[in-house]
C-alpha cells in the first residue's frame, strides 16, 4: 500500500507565475486535506474535501488560492500569480473517513520556493 | 480562540532524559488532543492521541498529561533517544479541522 504521494517534491517559481501542485491520496480515503507549513511555523490548515466536495474553504489565504478534487482521488492546489510569501511546504494528507480525529496520513509535501 | 500554544521552540535533551513538550488552549469546544512526530524532509505523522475526558495516555515511552481546567496538555518522552530527534507537533481538533501548534523541534544528543 502506497502512502500519500505528493508531486513535484520541490518546485521553484518566478513571482507572478502559476504553480499547481498534485496530491494522490492513499486509496480508498474519502477525506483529503491541504495544509502549509512556513520555516518555523505549524500546519497552517488550508481547506479538505469530503469526497470531491470542498464544505470549507476559508483556511485559502487568498482568491489567488483554489483546489480541486476529482474522482474521490486526485487533488490539486493552484496558487495564481505567485508571490514570495507564498514560498513553504504544502502538504497534503487523507484519512479513511471524514472527521479530524480520524488519522491523518501525510504526504512528504511540497517544497515551493517563489523568487 | 483557535489558537493552540505550543513550548519550547526548541528542545536539546541527553539520551536517557525526558523530554517535556507543553500546549496551552483556549477554546473549550476542543475535543481531541493528538500529537504529530516529523522527520526531517518527511510528511507528519500520529504519534499518540488524548481525549479531554482522560487525564493521562501513556504508549511506550511516550506520556500524554491532559489537564482539563488549565486548558493544558503535555508530551512527555521518558528514556529519549537520538532516534527521537524530529519535530512535534501538538494539535487540537474543533468541528472539522486539526488546529496545530507552532512545533518544537527535539534533538537528543548521545
Known amino acids: 500500500g502506497a502512502g500519500v504521494s505528493q508531486s513535484p517534491s520541490n518546485k521553484v517559481t518566478e513571482k507572478g507565475k502559476d504553480v499547481e501542485l498534485r496530491c494522490d491520496p492513499i486509496s480508498g480515503h474519502t477525506a483529503l486535506y491541504w495544509y502549509r507549513q512556513s520555516l518555523g511555523q505549524g500546519l497552517e490548515f488550508l481547506i479538505y474535501f469530503q469526497g470531491n466536495s470542498a464544505p470549507d474553504k476559508s483556511g485559502l489565504p487568498s482568491d489567488r488560492f483554489s483546489a480541486e478534487r476529482t474522482g474521490g482521488s486526485v487533488s490539486t492546489l493552484t496558487i495564481q500569480r505567485t508571490q514570495q510569501e507564498d514560498s513553504a511546504v504544502y502538504l497534503c494528507?487523507?484519512?479513511?473517513?471524514?472527521?479530524?480525529?480520524?488519522?491523518?496520513?501525510f504526504g512528504a509535501g511540497t517544497r515551493l520556493s517563489v523568487l | 480562540q483557535q489558537q493552540v500554544k505550543q513550548s519550547p521552540q526548541s528542545l536539546i535533551v541527553q539520551k536517557g532524559g525526558i523530554s517535556i513538550i507543553n500546549c496551552a488552549y483556549e477554546?473549550?469546544?476542543?475535543?481531541?488532543f493528538p500529537w504529530y512526530q516529523q522527520f526531517p524532509g518527511k510528511g507528519p505523522a500520529l504519534l499518540i492521541a488524548?481525549?479531554?475526558?482522560?487525564s493521562e495516555k501513556k504508549e511506550g515511552r511516550f506520556t500524554i498529561s491532559f489537564n482539563k481546567s488549565a486548558k493544558q496538555f503535555s508530551l512527555h518522552i521518558m528514556d529519549s533517544q537520538p532516534g527521537d530527534s524530529a519535530t512535534y507537533f501538538c494539535?487540537?481538533?474543533?468541528?472539522?479541522?486539526?488546529?496545530f501548534g507552532t512545533g518544537t523541534r527535539l534533538q537528543v544528543f548521545p
Open positions: 477554546n473549550t469546544a476542543f475535543d481531541y
Open positions: 488524548i481525549r479531554p475526558d482522560v
Open positions: 494539535a487540537a481538533h474543533n468541528t472539522d479541522k486539526l488546529i
Open positions: 494528507a487523507s484519512s479513511l473517513v471524514f472527521t479530524a480525529k480520524n488519522i491523518q496520513y
